[in-house]
């Protein structure tokens, strides 16, 4: 069964250190997503792609974190300077068009 | 008023057990719905999708109220491996952005 694939699955940085998430969706799904994931709160959507463009970007906080999907397949979420709140569970998932959503098994960022 | 409201939870339930979770959304114009499950530390997974007429899937019942704005999820004769986060989840808007509640945690006891 084909899932979507994230790395790391854990990752514990220094607060003004800058992290870096990878994603690669189920092969052909055309829309991928960044959710961030605070504990005890339901997911968060950050940037959806489709294909390489972003089509929402509104509650990405643009001034340190960027995503991109250069060749409309893997991903990658950047966070410049990580700050303490950013600490949360960060979730992949695809979709083939606007159907049911599929999830990466998250990264888990701790900032100290 | 948030956009998807849960009961705040926990529930902690013998086995056996009915349980049901109920949610609210604030945009009427809101286009599907459905109830996903999470796993502690794990990733949320469809459960499955709410309709109007209502739907059954096992032990599972989701019921939608268009006017009331309010969806619902019932769990017969829980199990222990029911145990889990259930989050309720709207999709609306030009690009179906999916919008998820802060979830309900089930605690199934033997």
Not at chain 1, 53 to 81: C, H, M, N, Y
Not at chain 1, 95 to 111: C, M
Not at chain 2, 72 to 100: E, Q
Request: proline share 5%; glycine share 8%; charged share 20%.
């Amino acid at each position: 069964e084909a899932e979507v694939a994230q790395s790391p699955r854990y990752k514990i940085t220094e607060k003004s250190q800058a992290v870096a998430f990878w994603c690669d969706p189920i092969s052909g799904h055309a829309t991928l997503y960044w959710y961030r994931q605070i504990l005890g709160q339901g997911p968060e959507l950050l940037v959806q792609f489709q294909d390489e463009s972003v089509v929402d970007d509104s509650q990405l906080p643009k001034d340190r974190f960027s995503a991109e999907r250069l060749k409309g397949v893997d991903s990658t979420l950047k966070i410049q300077p990580a700050e303490l709140g950013d600490s949360a569970m960060y979730l992949c998932a695809s979709s083939p068009g606007y159907n049911e959503q599929f999830f990466g098994p998250g990264t888990r960022l701790t900032v100290l | 008023r948030k956009e998807v409201e849960q009961d705040p939870g926990p529930f902690n339930v013998p086995e056996g057990a009915t349980v049901a979770f109920n949610c609210t959304y604030s945009n009427s114009a809101s286009q599907s719905f459905f109830w996903y499950r999470q796993d502690c530390r794990k990733e949320p997974k469809l459960l499955m999708s709410v309709y109007s007429s209502g739907n059954e899937d096992g032990r599972f019942t989701a019921q939608l109220n268009r006017a009331s704005q309010y969806i619902s999820l019932l769990i017969r004769d829980s199990k222990l491996s029911d145990s889990a986060t259930y989050l309720c989840v709207v999709k609306g808007g030009s690009n179906y952005k999916l919008t998820f509640g802060k979830g309900t945690l089930l605690t199934v006891n033997p």
